[in-house]
């Protein structure tokens, strides 16, 4: 006997257990099965889930459940990525715990401390993972710093830089003066904050120029003692005659000359810019066109270098420090011609929580324009899909203007440059240590001393490899996993990596592979808070998943992502919802119970195709059409879809209607006892089928009443067959009667509810104009009818007494009179307040989105905000005019 209630907690781990223990979740390369993979994005190994790995993962799983009872040989390949900095930080802030420094450990005995902590506390996130009830092929589970992944970055970085295609350069990298590195752009954070825009004249050297100034605008002064040109615009008239002119750099004295170049905008300031190739990323490709000197006035911890050219009271003295004296300084000069109050965006490392500097520094880089050319044919020709489509725009937009890769970091816990130095500087690159004594021996014509490179490779050059490493690439022995499993069926990300991750693994896939990695990319969108802002610590809104699922059980977790996962619209998500499909999932629990207490028990020898009553052909064709639908969303990636097909299905179809339509064939006396049978047969044989479709979605239920309720001997649900159902259990006339009788019904209760008829006055149903079928089918179902629309009675007219509301429903007029139920007056005035109600908020929201400062001001979250309110009220306003109209013709 099921108990009284759903407790999810007593029930996930122990069906977690036995589904991982039944070998379910292993591929089987020797299997002839068609094969459905998916690579799971690595977390990182010091991550904790959260929601955006929530949604992520419950995507996955239940396109590889899916595809696993659809009889094909899923690989879901796990894993987690090394996470360099992170990881690092992670072992530092312990050593500063113990007062300790790595510089104090060596570089060997950190990585020791680094592995020790990863086999302790690493990884955290799998066992999380596990909560959610996600089930990849954990026997297969790798490390991106794994052996296989190690050799198989090392094979990449040595092939590609014989090919050219790695290569060492002198270039600009977002650099962090506080862990010392080189980042990626995925790792700064642009913040908005408040500033001001110092504007500096620049003495023109020339006497005979014809103005004594130029002035340049700048949020950085500390800059400019790094500036190297001036730029004005070819074409402002302002500026035509002092081109190649020079000016004295204010405090330097260095000579520096006026450009003309694009990138300066007439219409911006004074219209010219001072130029810093070697501190900013955009006066680096200006230096680049016009050959300009690029001179790099900080050291790695951002304070300023002791150059000839820069007066010694700077030297040594942190940015911010130097830009006070440096202002201070500029306005004893009298050329600080203006301070203007700005709002800017600075970066700021998302590791650190300092601002990163634009820094020229020597370092590894891949050449991504020509290894991108083969990646954006793919996705023209359509080797690779986007969905939604609209982000192949984002994905071409960034591939065509792509720059090169900065591969190397200044940390000690990653792949090691497999590079090696020799007495004069000259760099061998080889796959390990003996093969570059060789390379090196041989070119110098004696043994020489070789020092390796310190750097560490990117984070992203690693997981980059992702879809072939992980399958044993490059060994020999790795040929059947790769001939059968690559590329992958789908890969499943956030928009957020597009450049970081997915470009990258196109690029590599097709290099090594000679095939795309992936057929298709489904992106999908951000999770955020109920009000649509996103989730941060400061903002104090994050929802912890793990919280979620020991309040309402991970089955409503992982349904509520799939409902709200609708292509290209973020999720806003709240407890609210959560609770809500907690409670779906207690509505399934009690239409099993209900279905336990009158005895109907799953019989193996039902056959749908043999019912005989209309209600049951109805039911048994209505969840052959939810299968149906379910299949074609997931198959199109549309989540909700899916989630909505099932829901719909199990609350409204099986449990509002078809339950409370066969009551009394259950409960009522004098029934027929083949036509109870056949009831009880039905109703057993949907509910298990409804445990069939519903289990990649809310796995932990379906088993759980599989085992207590359901078709017990069958073992586990997710070990069964997607059901297949024969196109003739969806008969028309049935769905035709059973939908006449349910429209029915749900109009007679919406005339009740728009009219605020009292929830417990039984009222008389009057029908008219009529045709002989629908006097047969209120005939049939009067019973029905009257239990569940609350009626009295139900009469043929030909007449409609006052005060009575008319709808149509078919070819019918029904008729209710409620005069005598209601104030028809008071009834009307109450209408006429909330119409005029609503049509105050619409106007309020009109005005406030045609207020183009309110527009441009609001953050997304209020616009987005405001036009629901539109919507809903005037979907308001639509229903309460159309029931005032009735209500005015009574």
């Not at 223990?21 to 690595?42: E, I, L, R, Y």
């Not at 500096?200 to 400019?224: F, H, K």
């Not at 028990?601 to 969840?623: H, M, R, Y």
Request: with cysteine; hydrophobic share 40%; aromatic share 10%.
């Amino acid at each position: 006997m099921l108990d009284s209630k759903f407790n999810p907690a007593t029930i996930e781990s122990k069906h977690y257990e036995a589904m991982e223990k039944s070998g379910a979740f292993a591929c089987d390369v020797s299997s002839s099965a068609q094969p459905f993979t998916v690579m799971m994005p690595p977390p990182n190994v010091t991550g904790s889930l959260h929601m955006g790995h929530a949604l992520n993962m419950t995507l996955q799983d239940i396109l590889t459940r899916f595809y696993r009872m659809k009889g094909r040989d899923a690989l879901w390949q796990p894993g987690t990525d090394h996470a360099g900095i992170a990881t690092q930080m992670v072992v530092e802030r312990m050593l500063d715990q113990e007062g300790k420094h790595r510089r104090d450990l060596g570089r060997e005995a950190f990585l020791e401390r680094v592995w020790k902590w990863k086999a302790e506390s690493g990884g955290t996130i799998v066992g999380q993972l596990r909560r959610l009830g996600a089930t990849p092929d954990w026997s297969r589970e790798r490390f991106t710093m794994d052996e296989g992944l190690s050799k198989a970055v090392l094979k990449v970085f040595v092939q590609l830089y014989k090919e050219k295609l790695i290569y060492r350069d002198k270039r600009l990298v977002n650099w962090d003066p506080k862990l010392l590195t080189s980042i990626s752009d995925l790792e700064v954070e642009q913040r908005e904050q408040k500033g001001h825009m110092w504007h500096i004249r620049y003495p023109l050297a020339d006497v005979d120029a014809g103005v004594e100034y130029i002035t340049v605008a700048t949020t950085r002064p500390e800059t400019m003692l790094g500036d190297t040109a001036v730029a004005v615009h070819p074409e402002d008239e302002r500026y035509k005659d002092l081109i190649g002119k020079m000016v004295a750099l204010p405090i330097t004295g260095r000579l520096i000359p006026i450009v003309a170049d694009e990138y300066s905008d007439p219409e911006k300031g004074s219209g010219a810019v001072k130029i810093t190739p070697a501190h900013d990323f955009n006066d680096f490709e200006v230096g680049k066109r016009h050959d300009l000197p690029m001179i790099n006035v900080f050291d790695v911890h951002a304070a300023i270098l002791p150059l000839d050219d820069i007066p010694s009271k700077y030297h040594g003295l942190d940015r911010y420090k130097a830009r006070e004296l440096i202002l201070q300084e500029l306005e004893e000069m009298e050329l600080l011609a203006e301070v203007e109050d700005i709002k800017n965006s600075l970066p700021y490392g998302d590791r650190s929580g300092v601002v990163i500097e634009p820094y020229l520094t020597d370092q590894w880089y891949v050449d991504a324009h020509t290894m991108a050319q083969p990646a954006i044919k793919a996705v023209r020709e359509g080797k690779t899909r986007f969905v939604p489509q609209t982000w192949e725009n984002t994905y071409f937009q960034w591939m065509e203007n792509i720059q090169p890769w900065c591969i190397s970091r200044q940390l000690w816990w990653g792949h090691q440059i497999p590079a090696w130095y020799g007495p004069d500087g000259r760099v061998f690159v080889a796959e390990t240590e003996d093969e570059a004594y060789k390379e090196a021996d041989a070119h110098y014509g004696e043994s020489v001393t070789l020092r390796r490179d310190d750097d560490v490779l990117d984070t992203w050059f690693s997981s980059a490899l992702w879809p072939f490493s992980t399958l044993g690439w490059p060994d020999e022995s790795a040929k059947p996993m790769l001939a059968k499993y690559y590329p992958g069926d789908v890969l499943i990300t956030g928009f957020d990596i597009i450049f970081f991750w997915v470009a990258r693994m196109m690029m590599m896939g097709i290099h090594f592979m000679g095939d795309v990695p992936f057929k298709d990319v489904y992106m999908h969108a951000l999770v955020r808070d109920a009000k649509g802002q996103k989730m941060s610590k400061s903002k104090g809104n994050v929802m912890d998943p793990l919280d979620l699922i020991d309040k309402f059980g991970a089955d409503a977790l992982r349904f509520t992502m799939t409902a709200m996962a609708a292509q290209g619209r973020d999720i806003k998500l709240s407890e609210d919802r959560v609770e809500g499909y907690r409670n779906f999932a207690t509505k399934l629990w009690n239409a099993a119970r209900y279905a336990e207490m009158n005895s109907c028990t799953f019989n193996p020898d039902f056959k749908p195709e043999a019912v005989t009553s209309t209600l049951n052909k109805w039911i048994v064709g209505e969840l052959a059409a939810c299968s149906e639908a379910i299949e074609k969303a997931l198959g199109e990636y549309k989540f909700n879809e899916a989630a909505s097909a099932i829901y719909q299905f199990v609350w409204g179809t099986l449990c509002d209607w078809y339950l409370e339509f066969s009551k009394p064939l259950l409960q009522g006396e004098g029934v027929d006892a083949a036509a109870r049978v056949e009831v009880q047969n039905t109703t057993a044989w949907v509910i298990n089928q409804v445990l069939l479709l519903l289990n990649p979605i809310m796995p932990f239920i379906t088993e759980e009443l599989a085992e207590t309720y359901g078709g017990k001997g069958q073992g586990l649900v997710m070990q069964q067959s997607w059901p297949e159902y024969a196109p003739a259990l969806q008969n028309k006339d049935a769905q035709d009667e059973i939908q006449w009788l349910c429209g029915l019904i749900t109009e007679i209760r919406s005339v009740r509810s728009d009219m605020n008829v009292p929830a417990g006055a039984k009222i008389e149903l009057m029908v008219k104009d009529a045709s002989a079928v629908t006097k047969a089918r209120l005939n049939t179902y009067q019973e029905i009818i009257q239990r569940l629309a609350r009626l009295n009675t139900i009469t043929d007219t030909d007449n409609v007494p006052k005060g009575a509301i008319q709808s149509v429903h078919g070819e019918a007029t029904i008729i209710l009179p409620i005069a005598e139920l209601i104030d028809l007056d008071a009834e009307r005035e109450r209408l006429k307040k909330q119409i005029v109600k609503l049509e105050q908020e619409i106007e309020k929201v009109d005005r406030n989105l045609a207020n183009e400062n309110f527009v441009k001001n609001a953050p997304d979250e209020i616009i987005e905000e405001q036009k629901q309110r539109r919507e809903d009220a005037q979907a308001a306003h639509i229903k309460l005019s159309a029931a005032l109209k009735q209500l005015e013709a009574a």
